[in-house]
Nanobody
Framework: VQLVESGGGLVRARGSLKLSCAASGSIFRINDMGWYRQAPGKQRELVAQITSGGSTNYADSVKGRFTISRDNGKNTVDLQMISLNPEHTAVYYC??????????????WGQGTQVTVSS
């Protein structure tokens, strides 16, 4: 299974970007999907998560600015980001949990996509 992100890049402050992530391979079902980010010198942190049923969870710092969505039929997850500022500069990673059996799941990561917000 592979997760491939797209949509990162350079944007000016107060601009918007949409990140997309597509999962491919032998996939029967995907449980939670999400986006994490890692800024220089900082630990990787959760940005947003979405369950297979569409329930969402956001980091407090992005509530109202970022929106996560997914298409279960296409195995994709998107992150719409608005009102960006330089503090949002980071490598953004896609994340997905695929069930291994009834009681466990395996966690997959994308390679990351750089988001740079200029002031």
């Amino acid at each position: 299974v592979q997760l491939v992100e797209s949509g990162g890049g350079l944007v000016r402050a107060r601009g918007s970007l949409k990140l997309s992530c597509a999962a491919s391979g032998s996939i029967f079902r995907i449980n939670d999907m999400g986006w994490y980010r890692q800024a220089p010198g900082k630990q990787r942190e959760l940005v947003a998560q979405i369950t297979s049923g569409g329930s969402t969870n956001y980091a407090d710092s992005v509530k109202g600015r970022f929106t996560i969505s997914r298409d279960n039929g296409k195995n994709t997850v998107d992150l719409q980001m608005i009102s960006l500022n330089p503090e949002h500069t980071a490598v953004y990673y896609c994340n997905a949990f695929l069930p291994v059996n009834r009681n466990s799941a395996f966690e997959y990561w994308g390679q990351g996509t750089q988001v740079t917000v200029s002031s």
